[in-house]
T-cell receptor
Framework: GDSVTQMEGPVTLSEEAFLTINCTYTATGYPSLFWYVQYPGEGLQLLLKATKADDKGSNKGFEATYRKETTSFHLEKGSVQVSDSAVYFCALSDRGGNQFYFGTGTSLTVIP | GAGVSQSPSNKVTEKGKDVELRCDPISGHTALYWYRQSLGQGLEFLIY????????KSGLPSDRFSAERTGGSVSTLTIQRTQQEDSAVYLC?????????????FGPGTRLTVL
């Protein structure tokens, strides 16, 4: 069945460091891919998404490219800020939209 | 406009009791999802409603779990004869049309503790 595997945390970085959170997926069809973020004390919210191969999602300086050949959707940011401290979830949805599959989440802490 | 709301925000109950968790989706959203988030785990899909179609209940972990969606809007997740392993945060999300490309909007969750 469909599934998502993401890098385990926690991750601690200094401000302005480069961030990569790895995400790979298994899917039988052509899923859409998402990164959701959960800031401390807040609900899950969409960070970015890509709906077909080679698409790049971007938001708030974060980017992720839908790589069908490597079944990956790694999250990157060139220079993290303290305000980026949160838990990041990679997710995919099947073609029917019935089910979404989420990774276990990666906790990021950025220190000044 | 208003986002997805859930109530109660916290629920503490004794083992064996029944609980009801409520979700109010964003007005006009036809798709509604329930998930469970246990400590150290990802989000576990429970059930999906789309318009007037029969719900996809394939994620419900046991027959103690059930959910309804009345009038295509408010949804209630019921857990009967709660067990300690039911302790988790229960999240509700809605999306505009339930397609695979739609963004899901999440509520703040209900933290359930079964003593």
């Amino acid at each position: 069945g469909d599934s998502v595997t993401q890098m385990e945390g926690p991750v601690t970085l200094s401000e302005e460091a480069f961030l990569t959170i790895n995400c790979t997926y298994t899917a039988t069809g052509y899923p859409s891919l998402f990164w959701y973020v959960q800031y401390p004390g807040e609900g899950l919210q969409l960070l970015l998404k890509a709906t077909k191969a080679d698409d790049k999602g971007s938001n708030k300086g974060f980017e992720a490219t839908y790589r069908k050949e490597t079944t990956s959707f790694h999250l990157e940011k060139g220079s993290v800020q303290v305000s980026d401290s949160a838990v990041y979830f990679c997710a995919l949805s099947d073609r029917g939209g019935n089910q979404f599959y989420f990774g276990t989440g990666t906790s990021l802490t950025v220190i000044p | 406009g208003a986002g997805v709301s859930q109530s109660p925000s916290n629920k503490v109950t004794e083992k064996g009791k029944d609980v009801e968790l409520r979700c109010d989706p964003i007005s006009g959203h036809t798709a509604l999802y329930w998930y469970r988030q246990s400590l150290g785990q990802g989000l576990e899909f429970l059930i999906y409603f789309q318009g007037n179609s029969a719900p996809d209940k394939s994620g419900l972990p046991s027959d103690r779990f059930s959910a309804e969606r009345t009038g295509g809007s408010v949804s209630t997740l019921t857990i009967q004869r709660t067990q300690q392993e039911d302790s988790a945060v229960y999240l509700c999300a809605s999306s505009q049309a339930g397609s695979s490309t739609d963004t899901q909007y999440f509520g703040p969750g209900t933290r359930l503790t079964v003593l």
